[in-house]
């Protein structure tokens, strides 16, 4: 089972991705994060498969953010955001995201979109 970490500020899209994923037998919510600092403050027996990511933090950028995932627990990083600027997008795989796409998904897209990241190649939404 692949485990997720959740970085958004808006509960009701971390409610929503813990609802899709209740009796998962793929994937497993193991932390859920509202800012970067709580990010930051992951246990470090918690190791996420992936991150999703939201860029638009309150504290600071998802953006700045990459760097520290990757380098603290080398989880995948699915960029989710409604942000979709093609500068974004750029800085984002530059910085290390594997994958990228739009809040606008559905829940089925987002599925697919962790196996494919999880499998080691990257995703870019359908919306790209």
Known sequence: MKKIAI???HRIVRDGIRAMLTGSTEFELV???????E???IPKTIV???VLLDIGLPDISGLELIAFVKETAGSKILILTAEMEENLICEAVE????????KDASGDELLSAMNIISGGE???GQNL
């Open 122 to 124: 990257p995703y870019f």
């Open 39 to 41: 990010l930051k403050i």
């Open 95 to 102: 910085k290390g995201a594997d994958g990228f796409m739009h």
């Open 31 to 37: 932390y859920e994060a509202s800012t970067g600092a």
């Open 48 to 50: 996420p498969d992936i």
């Open 7 to 9: 970085v958004d500020d």
